[in-house]
């Protein structure tokens, strides 16, 4: 099955998910914030779209995506972080344990490429998502594989 590579260099942004107020009410984000999202989801989408067209898979897919934030000068790997991880190449990377968390960034890329990679996101059955920081002196960026089962 066709096999899918992006990497978009843009900072990872996560899915902002509406919410209720402490009495029920909707409260929706600040207009900025709409439009920084709304942005941030049509560049992936281009992206995309430049890369490999819109192939719109029809079945089963698979996903995986790596979110790198801005590394905070000092931040050294945490003691207690277990040596190997799943994914090979990741494992010299430094692992980012606080928010947003990488189902959140997952989730707002994912929504980008409905109807151009895939039809809907629930079509995702495999989601793997991982947050690292990026290295001294690289960008923010992310970088997603997306293949049909």
């Not at 934030?69 to 972080?81: D, E, I, T, V």
């Not at 190449?89 to 928010?99: A, C, E, G």
């Not at 490429?113 to 920081?133: G, K, R, T």
Request: proline share 9%; charged share 30%.
């Amino acid at each position: 099955m066709p096999r899918f590579e992006l990497t978009v260099r843009v900072k990872p942004v996560p899915w902002k998910a509406a919410y209720t107020g402490s009495r029920g009410s909707f409260t929706p984000g600040t207009k900025a914030n709409k439009n920084a999202y709304r942005d941030y989801k049509e560049t992936i989408a281009l992206a995309f779209i430049a890369a490999h067209g819109k192939p719109l898979m029809k079945g089963a897919v698979e996903w995986r995506g790596v979110y790198y934030h801005k590394r905070p000068n000092g931040y050294k790997r945490p003691a207690n972080y277990p040596e190997s991880l799943p994914w090979g190449k990741h494992l010299k990377r430094l692992p980012k344990v606080s928010r947003p968390d990488a189902d959140n960034c997952g989730k707002a890329v994912r929504d980008a490429l409905e109807y151009i990679a895939y039809y809907n996101d629930s079509q995702v059955y495999h989601p793997d998502d991982m947050n690292l920081y990026a290295d001294h002196g690289t960008e923010p960026r992310i970088e997603i594989v997306v293949w049909e089962e």
